[in-house]
């Protein structure tokens, strides 16, 4: 059994950060899951270009507002608690928060080794591809 404490999980190397967003993983690839599990905060106003090539990704919204707009067909989809979203087709994508964060909760398959962020175009690279 895997048992991980959010709060203490943010003072590791489990808390990642970047431009727009940080997050904390609870869950990576070395816990031989099959997925990987974050709890990723999205700051204030940050815009997100993203599109996860490599992964397939589900999130749900637990505190916050946003959006998120389907570059392939400009559809814009609005983004607060009890929304969850699934990129089930690689979805290029863009990730807006509203005035205040928006808080995540993630799901990656494959799962992520621990370190991953974004690459110039907006994916995470698989693990076999990281330098």
Not at 74 to 96: C, F, S, T, W
Request: charged share 25%; aromatic share 6%.
């Amino acid at each position: 059994m895997i048992v991980r404490d959010l709060n203490e999980a943010k003072n590791t190397d489990r808390h990642i950060f970047s431009d727009g967003w940080d997050s904390v993983r609870l869950l990576l690839k070395g816990d031989k899951m099959g997925f990987s599990f974050h709890i990723t905060t999205i700051h204030a106003n940050a815009e997100l270009p993203m599109h996860y090539k490599n992964h397939l990704e589900s999130v749900y919204c637990v505190d916050g507002t946003g959006s998120i707009e389907d570059c392939t067909t400009g559809e814009v989809h609005q983004i607060r608690p009890g929304v969850m979203y699934a990129l089930d087709k690689n979805d290029k994508h863009i990730l807006r928060a509203n005035d205040k964060p928006m808080v995540m909760a993630c799901v990656f398959n494959p799962p992520v080794s621990g370190n991953e962020v974004h690459q110039e175009d907006g994916s995470y690279a698989l693990e076999a591809e990281e330098a």
